[in-house]
T-cell receptor, first 115, second 112 residues
Framework: SAVISQKPSRDICQRGTSLTIQCQVDSQVTMMFWYRQQPGQSLTLIATANQGSEATYESGFVIDKFPISRPNLTFSTLTVSNMSPEDSSIYLC????????????FGPGTRLTVL | GEDVEQSLFLSVREGDSSVINCTYTDSSSTYLYWYKQEPGAGLQLLTYIFSNMDMKQDQRLTVLLNKKDKHLSLRIADTQTGDSAIYFCAEKSKDSSYKLIFGSGTRLLVRP
């Protein structure tokens, strides 16, 4: 299975600032996803990031707030813009491996606290 | 619509079997998954089952799928304290976004 790393692993940020989270995969993958896990909650998909096309955002998430880059098949970034305390969550990237059972593997997550 | 439900909490004694249940509503789901999340960690894929299967066994894990009732279960045999975690079931969306729809998670506590 793909090995996924995220940077930073955690951060504490001030209201109104922005944070860019990086996701690196050790193999080329077509499909990458960004999820949010609010405290004590389940995971909610923010957007799908495919190389060579614009990210596709889920209802309730917009590009101005969560801009995403996908410059190649092994890397993606998610920016959380103009942060507020409500953005305090764990942000996880995942990748889907194809050519077999459709399985998604997750990175370790970035724990964000906004003061 | 798509909704996945799980009971919130399960407590078992070490050595007993644990059964975590999940119900889903999308009958066209192709794959169903079980993930484990330990405190402070990301999600670990435990196992999955294809929708045309009734059962899948992988070492201590047994997945049962009842498509008629849209019911999925994960049985952990000989539960150990290291199995204490939150367990999420997830179904793959039938639309083209390939997204996973997650349940609310079941917190499993294994008592020594």
């Amino acid at each position: 299975s793909a090995v996924i790393s995220q940077k930073p692993s955690r951060d504490i940020c001030q209201r109104g600032t922005s944070l860019t989270i990086q996701c690196q995969v050790d193999s080329q993958v077509t499909m990458m996803f960004w999820y949010r896990q609010q405290p004590g909650q389940s995971l909610t998909l923010i957007a799908t990031a495919n190389q060579g096309s614009e990210a596709t955002y889920e209802s309730g998430f917009v590009i101005d707030k969560f801009p995403i880059s996908r410059p190649n098949l092994t890397f993606s970034t998610l920016t959380v813009s103009n942060m507020s305390p409500e953005d305090s969550s764990i942000y996880l990237c995942s990748v889907e491996e194809q050519g077999g059972p459709d399985t998604q593997y997750f990175g370790p997550g970035t724990r964000l606290t906004v003061l | 619509g798509e909704d996945v439900e799980q009971s919130l909490f399960l407590s078992v004694r070490e050595g007993d079997s644990s059964v975590i249940n999940c119900t889903y509503t999308d009958s066209s789901s192709t794959y169903l998954y079980w993930y484990k999340q330990e405190p402070g960690a990301g999600l670990q894929l435990l196992t999955y089952i294809f929708s045309n299967m009734d059962m899948k066994q992988d070492q201590r894990l047994t997945v049962l799928l009842n498509k008629k009732d849209k019911h999925l279960s994960l049985r952990i045999a000989d539960t150990q304290t290291g199995d204490s975690a939150i367990y999420f079931c997830a179904e793959k969306s039938k639309d083209s976004s390939y997204k996973l729809i997650f349940g609310s998670g079941t917190r499993l506590l294994v008592r020594p």
